[in-house]
């Protein structure tokens, strides 16, 4: 249980809602401008390639496989992403690598993978500056759009923005 009194299961299915609501609105964007895009003229078919140090099988993994599938449905099968997962490709340093020279087109990176793009993306990865999901959802809203035009400085653009959980930190005795 954390601090706030909810049950530590209960933040995370909401937390799960939220990114659920949110992956839902960016995917039927994207499902638009698809259709838009495809149905002005017949298109070559692309393979985009997507590396993530996520393993196969937990629900990053299950989530990319969805998005991977509707991406190829909205463009009547025209677009098929080949999902790399658990470092095949290599790990985040060089998936910035390929991704900068060609080799790979998309990848899911932590904070410390976007911190060699932009080194700004670590001030959300400072311990215990956010307490909550609450907190974060209100900072995200706020500080996106810069962190997005620093990354697209740097020549990538962001997909979405998504949290990945609580860091919690242990000693064996005490610290203070």
């Known amino acids: 249980m954390r601090k706030t009194g909810v049950p530590e299961s209960g933040n995370r299915k909401n937390r799960e809602r939220r990114i659920n609501k949110k992956a839902a609105r960016r995917t039927g964007i994207l499902a638009v401008v698809l259709i838009l895009l495809f149905s002005a003229a017949a298109l070559p078919a692309l393979t985009i390639k997507l590396g993530s140090v996520a393993p196969a099988g937990p629900p990053w993994d299950k989530g990319l ?3 991977a599938a509707e991406w190829h449905e909205i463009s009547d099968g025209r677009i098929d992403v080949k999902i790399y997962p658990g470092g095949i490709v290599g790990t985040e340093p060089d998936m910035i690598r390929k991704m900068r020279i060609g080799q790979l087109q998309a990848a899911v990176f932590t904070s410390l993978g976007m911190n060699s793009i932009s080194q700004d993306v670590m001030a959300l ?3 215990f500056l956010i307490r909550n999901d609450a907190e974060l959802d ?3 809203e706020k500080i996106t759009p810069e962190l997005n035009e620093r990354m ?3 020549g990538f653009t962001v997909i979405a923005w998504a949290p990945a959980g609580w860091a919690t930190v242990f000693a064996k005795g005490p610290v203070v």
């Open 125 to 127: 990865s400072i311990p």
């Open 152 to 154: 697209e400085r740097s």
């Open 65 to 67: 496989k969805q998005m």
């Open 138 to 140: 209100y900072l995200l």
